[in-house]
């Protein structure tokens, strides 16, 4: 039996399902795919770590390791032992390449899109729409990695979703590097919105649609409309911020200001109130100082943003940020820390507030299920994977809120 280790994003996790369909098609038994990360050196030391945690276990298994970190160094993959082969971001997919006897090592220079027939394991079903990135943000490697940005044909997007609906899924989550981008290079330059708005058109019968990361800088009246306005897009929104202070922003070469953020979401809360924010940070960017870390919490606490990834900042090299002042790394990680102790209670403030309320849950696995605002819920009374239910909320406990169904 074959297996895909995944980490990383939401698309790693879309391309997992490729992958998967890959190792059928190419009649692959007992293999163990790793699907590597190589968003920061950490993520890069766990998928290490997790390939020789698999051959000391059973050095008699092979091992694969495909994705972003292969691409950006496929010799450090390639030499660690056990593995087999190493696939970069475009070879990841083709099953002619989990062929025993094939080249052990395989990166090609930019990455494809792709589309997959089922997708296994998960009550909502996620859709690449887009792959790669034309920005060049000082920190980051990803665009070395994924290439250019490269948008999925509109047509494709809903024949993939009427493919899901018809096989019982309710939610999808559009993913990709850069999904604000959306249609930039394809003929007539669609936007997100416009794209949106006529997925929505034509598939009727998909109840919710949610959207993965996005960027302030990038969303037009289009996309501003349909936030406001679209019932079926889910009232949550992920944004990437990095930073709350303007002249960090501008070393990273991010394309907002902390004005722009917090006027947004301000907005935004007043015309649809139900609508909750999360956020990307990175902590311990090159220059910090207190006072602008200090930037960054005031804007979270400003924006009202609860569902927060915090990560300290990742030193990647050929990056221009690697260049720059670093900021000494138990600061980082202190900053870290404070910033999820701060989103703890901020969190628990914003369970408590939905404490009353009644909430539609997308319900998953063990009687759990998310609601509209994203909300971790746990139902009191069993209730089938992949259906949706109204739930008054009831409670809170260790993370959850608790859920009573009614009809």
């Known amino acids: 039996m074959n297996e895909v280790v995944t980490f990383g994003c939401r ?62 160094d496929p010799k450090s993959y390639s030499s660690i032992p056990g593995v087999s082969k190493v696939l970069g971001n475009q070879d990841k ?79 999808v989550v559009f993913t990709g590097v850069d999904i604000t981008d959306f249609g930039a290079d394809l003929f007539g330059k669609p936007s997100l919105g416009s794209m949106i708005r006529r ?14 990361s996005i960027d302030v800088a990038e969303i037009d009246d289009k996309l501003m409309d349909l936030i406001v ?9 992920h944004l990437s911020l990095q930073s709350g202070n303007n002249l960090i922003l501008k070393r990273m070469k991010r394309r907002h200001n902390r004005e722009q953020v917090i006027e947004f979401c301000h907005k935004v809360k ?3 109130p139900n609508i909750t924010f999360g956020a990307d940070i990175i902590a311990g960017f090159p220059t910090e100082t207190d006072e ?13 943003i609860v ?59 063990n009687n759990i299920g998310r609601a509209e605002n994203f909300a971790l819920i746990k139902l009191v009374s069993k209730v089938q994977a992949k259906s949706i239910v109204k739930a008054n909320v009831i409670g809170t406990e260790s993370g959850y809120l608790i859920g009573s169904v009614f009809s």
């Open 199 to 212: 997925v929505l058109k034509d598939v009727p019968e998909l109840e919710r649609l949610r959207l993965s």
């Open 307 to 365: 569902y927060l990834h915090a990560f300290p900042y990742s030193k990647r090299k050929n990056t221009p940020a690697a260049r720059m002042p670093q900021v000494p790394e138990n600061v980082r990680r202190e900053r870290v820390r404070n910033l999820r102790e701060m989103n703890k209670e901020m969190m628990s403030s914003f369970y408590q507030s939905l404490i009353g309320t009644k909430q539609s849950i997308l319900v998953e696995q």
């Open 11 to 72: 698309l790693n996790f879309y391309e997992s399902e490729l992958i998967k369909e890959a190792l059928r098609k190419a009649e692959r038994e007992n293999v163990i795919v790793v699907h590597s990360c190589a968003v920061t050196n950490e993520a890069e030391r766990q998928v290490k770590q997790k390939i020789r945690k698999i051959h000391k276990h059973d050095p008699n298994k092979e091992i694969i390791v495909v994705g972003c970190a292969v691409q950006l």
């Open 93 to 171: 997919l083709k099953a002619e390449n989990y062929l025993l006897g094939n080249n052990k090592m395989l990166v090609s220079d930019s990455a494809s899109t792709a589309l997959i027939n089922k997708f296994e394991d998960r009550s909502r079903a996620f859709i690449e729409v887009q792959n790669g990135c034309n920005h060049s943000c000082t920190f980051c490697s990803i665009t070395e990695a994924r290439g250019n940005n490269r948008s999925v044909p509109i047509n494709n997007i809903i024949e993939q979703i009427k493919i899901f609906v018809a096989n019982g899924y309710q939610e």
């Open 270 to 272: 007043s015309l649809r």
């Open 292 to 304: 602008m870390f200090q930037d960054t919490v005031d804007l979270l606490k400003a924006a009202n």
């Open 229 to 237: 306005n679209e019932s079926r897009l889910m009232p949550h929104l």
